[in-house]
């Protein structure tokens, strides 16, 4: 079984709608983080968590929320999906003090 | 300008061939930087870490780091069409609690 795992993996929404991507690891990480890819920008932080109790803002979280749930789990929601929120979604761990990151397989959204 | 420069390509280059990728940056604070490979669909995987200035070698890929330029590079010999992917640079500091900042990948095409 993968180690990072993120549902749904596709996902076609309308504007203005609520959605939510989950994130879980196994990986006994404490840190977990949001991301998106867009081509020619390569991969934004959009928020991050060093603990359940830790929430921080990345680069680009506007539009977003998340929720630490458990330490094994990361959920990203945008609030009313606009289309320039198409994107591919990433999610990734760390243990804290070590600066290697493990990516998910990736969501990828579709905002009509 | 951005923390991170990466040319996105497209490199495409035959079976065998040395392949050539580098990434720039501003910020004097990185201290470990990171290759990852992307497969298409694919998350990001960890492909080479290096931590301050000098070489790693693991078996045809090679990476370089030279902070005195602020300049990165990978090398990868006798290159495989199944080394066809996207390469994203990465690199963290502990000042900035190792939060990572990429390169928008360099999308490498091997052909057979």
């Known amino acids: 079984d993968a180690d990072v795992t993120q549902t749904p993996r596709n996902r076609i929404t309308k504007t203005g ?5 989950e994130c879980s690891q196994t990986k006994g990480h404490d840190r977990m983080y949001w991301y998106r890819q867009d081509p020619g920008l390569g ?26 749930q458990a330490q094994a789990k990361f959920s990203l929601s945008l609030e009313s999906a606009i289309p320039n929120q198409t994107a591919l979604y990433f999610c990734a761990t760390s243990k804290g003090g070590y600066e290697t990151q493990y990516f998910g397989p990736g969501t990828r959204l579709l905002v009509l | 300008q ?53 070489n790693k070698e693991d078996g045809r890929f090679t990476a370089q780091v030279d902070k005195s ?24 500091s502990r000042s900035n609690d190792y ?14």
């Open chain 2, 2 to 54: 951005k923390e991170v420069e990466q040319d996105p390509g497209p490199l495409s280059v035959p079976e065998g061939a040395i392949v050539s990728l580098n990434c720039t940056y501003s910020n004097s604070a990185f201290q470990y930087f990171m290759w990852y490979r992307q497969y298409s669909r694919k998350g990001p995987e960890l492909l080479m870490y290096t931590y301050s200035s000098g």
């Open chain 1, 43 to 68: 991969l934004r932080l959009i928020y991050y968590s060093f603990d359940v109790k830790d929430i921080n803002k990345g680069e680009i979280s506007d539009g977003y929320s998340v929720s630490r």
């Open chain 2, 69 to 92: 330029s602020k300049y990165i590079s990978l090398f990868i010999r006798d290159s495989q069409p199944s080394d066809s992917a996207t390469y994203l640079c990465a690199m963290s």
């Open chain 1, 17 to 21: 709608k609520r959605i939510m991507l």
């Open chain 2, 99 to 112: 939060k990572l900042s990429f390169g928008a990948g360099t999308t490498v095409t091997v052909r057979a």
